[in-house]
């Protein structure tokens, strides 16, 4: 019974123990579990709602910017062509209004376009353009053009209201800001959103104003509208894509009204703080145009600027998303975790029943099989002690201790029986029997304290045992009766070490293992985590990419357009000089008619004029794609200009010499050889355009392809990373049940014999801790465990 309680408690304390132990390492894995993986969700919430703000900030910023670069080139065209004197001031207005019409029409996404000069600032007959509302003039007569486009597509014209208001509207923005702010030298201007009322249709429209200056002062502005309309659609398309539709997309703008709103598109043009009250802290950030990433309580929160042409009034993206819907599946991972471990706990709890219950009662069977033979033994040598030598002495035969007890015991019993028979049968030789019962029972108290030593030794021996000493044997020889049961103990042990040391063995091999599998799954968790924000970035700059090879495809179609209409000009141009050419031949033979021939030069020099301006302005709108050709057209204008002086001088010299009329044929005859040159090189240039043309459309598809395939990358490395965190945690698992067998394993000295599960063990504790000392290093040393060469190994690293 004692030996069945004691191994009953030992198996419930270390069952106890083990499961207590168990059951708050699951817990702490799950909270360290939790914990890391919110944290890690929060970030790339963040992180990702920062970059859906940036991406439609810069699709915004691309848009508006289109208006204010058509804005700049058109202010730019009209102080060249205010300062020119090819163009009559009675023909000014008439190429000014072409100029805003062309630009509309050639830009669909605007709404209107529009032009608002000083009085008298252009060509100085307001008065005469009094009420001309076709003209674009208002009763002052001040040149106030805007060209609007319907629903429907139709244009029309009428004179700008309001340029020179300074009432606030009812969202606090200046009615007459856009005309305000150039004239007091605050440069480009953005009016935050307005509602206006164009050709019957209330809409909300931003307007893009660039200051016209002559000689260093303000003459007026030209400018564009952009219906707001498209960034409404871009929030509410923005929003179906975030969290399922559960983000809000909202753009404000510099003074803090709402531009639009997925949730609340009746407050466009409305401030911000009806929308919600807690967005006013956002203003600073807002009007300093700063990018901002924020979690505020149960709501994430993404600020990224729009910078809006030169203008120092930013506007801004903000998405929002709560935090219930963000970290939803962060949420269900942790309750997922959470009832595993419960489950886990109870199969722990059932398992380390069914071993306690199996080992107490093994403990029982073993303890009944040792003390029942030694209670029937006791109870026999008692009845012989008694001089009952009739008694049957059990364990006769067995090949056990017991059996050796009960041959010792059988002695005894014949002893007895012998000297009893002797004692009866020879009296009178008493004295010898006496001498030899006191000899017999000398030997008899020998064999007694022989198989006493033997008895007490095996009990040390197994309290040795019991104690975890595994090292232990007789090595001092028992008497020749006993010797037997001293080999089979030692085998017994040497065989119980053996075991233990192979288990040992075992462990520190799992230890290992499972350390390296768990600091390269670190490694691999860390690169993974690295190739998926450095794919974020480029599906970022491709969607970038793509967005301006498609605007420089569609600029290289125009420059083309523009480079054939200048060629078919340039054909015109020489054919008149042709017809100067017969015309000043007719000089030689009549000078009454050099005062025409000289009118009929000083024209073409005009026309030719124009037409490099026109085909300049053309080139500025063509950006880098028409630099060249800007470059020949100012050739072609300076040419006509030098043309138009060499006719001038000629006409005061004409009575002088006659061989200044030939000076005029030859000059004529070298600007119609220049102008052919001009003309082949347009043709030229016009090649190339299409070259260009057909390359960029090659790209932007090729780009577009990229594009998607980086993003199923992303998409993919993303899901790769979820896999590997999965992963690191279960081998940092493994590597702790592996610590706590090992441990158990080192609670028995198994001496020399287990020297290789030692060595073994030291070598696994070493490796474990060079691999958390070097991290780096471990991916290095498995690629040469592979056999990979040193070029695989750099691979791996920049992997």
């Known amino acids: 019974m004692k030996i069945a309680v004691l191994s009953g408690i030992c198996v419930l304390t270390a069952v106890g123990g083990l499961l207590g132990y168990g059951i708050v390492a699951a817990s702490n894995s799950q909270t360290y579990v939790s914990t890391n993986m919110t944290s890690l969700s929060r970030d790339m919430t963040i992180k990702s709602l920062t970059n859906a703000a940036l991406a439609q900030a810069r699709t915004i910023q691309g848009n508006l910017n289109e208006a204010f670069d058509a ?62 509302a076709s003209a674009g003039s208002d009763a002052t007569g001040r040149f106030l053009p805007y060209w609007t486009r319907a629903a429907d597509g139709k244009i029309d014209i009428q004179p700008l209201v309001e340029y020179d208001s300074h009432a606030l509207h009812p969202n606090g923005v200046v009615k007459g800001g856009w005309y305000i702010g150039p004239q007091t030298g605050q440069g480009e201007s953005i009016l935050d959103p307005l509602p206006y009322i164009v050709q019957g249709k209330n809409v909300y429209l931003a307007t893009m104003s660039v200051p016209i200056t002559i000689d260093g002062r303000f003459a007026g502005v030209a400018g564009a509208d952009f219906d707001l309309s498209f960034v409404q659609r871009l929030a509410s398309e923005v929003k179906s894509g975030l969290f399922n539709g559960k983000a809000s997309v909202t753009i404000l703008s510099y003074k803090g009204l709402v531009v639009a709103s997925s949730e609340r598109p009746d407050l466009v043009g409305e401030p911000m703080e009806r929308l919600d009250p807690s967005l006013k802290d956002l203003l600073p950030s807002i009007q300093s145009g700063k990018r901002d990433a924020t979690e505020s309580g149960a709501l994430f929160r993404a600020l990224a600027p729009i910078t809006l ?55 029982w069977l073993v303890s009944r099989s040792i003390s029942q033979p030694i209670a029937a033994m006791t109870a026999a040598m008692q009845r012989l002690a008694d001089g009952d030598l009739q008694a049957d002495v059990p364990g006769i035969g067995r090949l056990d201790e017991i059996g050796q007890m009960a041959s010792a015991v059988q002695i005894f019993k014949e002893n007895g029986q012998r000297a009893r028979r002797l004692e009866e049968e020879a009296g009178h030789n008493r004295e010898m029997s006496e001498q030899e019962r006191n000899r017999t029972a000398a030997a008899e108290r020998k064999r007694s304290d022989e198989m006493m030593h033997a008895t007490s030794s095996l009990a040390h021996g197994l309290k040795q045992v019991a104690a975890g000493d595994l090292t232990f044997s007789f090595r001092e020889p028992f008497a020749a009766d006993f010797e037997g049961l001293r080999s089979d103990f030692n085998a017994a042990v ?73 060629t078919q000009a340039a054909d015109q141009s020489a054919d008149v000089v042709s017809q100067a050419e017969l015309a000043m031949a007719r000089i030689e033979d009549s000078s009454q008619q050099i005062s025409n021939i000289i009118s009929v030069i ?101 780009l577009a392809e990229v594009n998607q395939a980086v993003n199923a990358m992303d998409q993919t490395t993303q899901q790769n990373a979820a896999m590997v965190e999965q992963s690191t945690a279960a081998s940092s698992a493994l590597a702790n049940e592996a610590a706590k067998l090992r441990d ?11 020297g290789a599960a030692q060595s073994l063990r030291h070598v696994a504790r070493t490796m474990a801790g060079q691999a958390e000392r070097s991290a780096p290093q471990a991916g290095a040393r498995r690629l040469a465990a592979t056999g990979t060469g040193p070029a695989h190994q750099q691979e791996w690293a920049e992997f």
């Open 309 to 363: 042409g030169r203008t120092k009034t930013p506007w801004s993206v903000l998405i929002e998303v709560p935090a219930d819907v963000a970290m939803a599946q962060a949420s269900a991972l942790d309750a997922s975790l959470s009832s595993r471990n419960v489950q886990d706990a109870w199969l722990q709890a059932a398992v380390g029943l069914a071993v306690l219950l199996a080992g107490a009662g093994a403990m």
């Open 602 to 702: 000083d024209e073409i020099a005009f026309q030719t004029n124009l037409l490099a301006l026109n085909a300049g302005v053309e080139a500025a709108r063509a950006g880098d794609a028409g630099k060249g050709f800007a470059v020949v057209a100012q050739e072609v204008r300076e040419l006509a200009q030098r043309a138009a002086t060499a006719a001038r001088e000629i006409k005061g010299l004409i009575q002088n010499s006659s061989v200044e009329v030939e000076s005029g044929v030859k000059l004529v005859r070298n600007a119609g050889d220049a102008l052919k040159t001009i003309g082949q090189f347009i043709v030229e240039i016009n090649g190339h355009m299409d070259s260009i043309a057909t390359s960029s459309r090659e790209q932007s598809t090729g």
């Open 494 to 566: 040497e065989q119980l070490r053996s075991a233990m040391g192979l288990v040992a063995t075992t462990t520190a091999a799992i230890d290992s293992g499972s350390r390296e599998l768990s600091q390269g799954a670190n490694d691999l968790s860390k690169r993974t985590e690295q190739q998926a924000a450095a794919l974020e970035e480029t599906a970022a700059a491709l969607d970038e990419i793509t967005a301006n090879v498609t605007n420089s495809t569609k600029r290289t179609e125009e420059a083309r357009g523009v480079a054939t209409r200048a």
């Open 744 to 754: 158990l394993v080192d609670q028995f000295q198994l001496g020399s014999a287990s």
């Open 71 to 132: 804005a700049r080139i058109t202010a730019r065209s009209f102080e060249a062509m205010a300062k020119s004197d090819a163009i009559a001031a009675d023909q000014r207005r008439a190429q000014f209004n072409a100029i805003l019409l062309n630009v509309l029409k050639d830009n669909p996404q605007f709404n209107g376009t529009y032009s608002a000069w000083e009085p008298n600032a252009l060509d100085g007959k307001d008065e005469t353009y009094r009420n001309k």
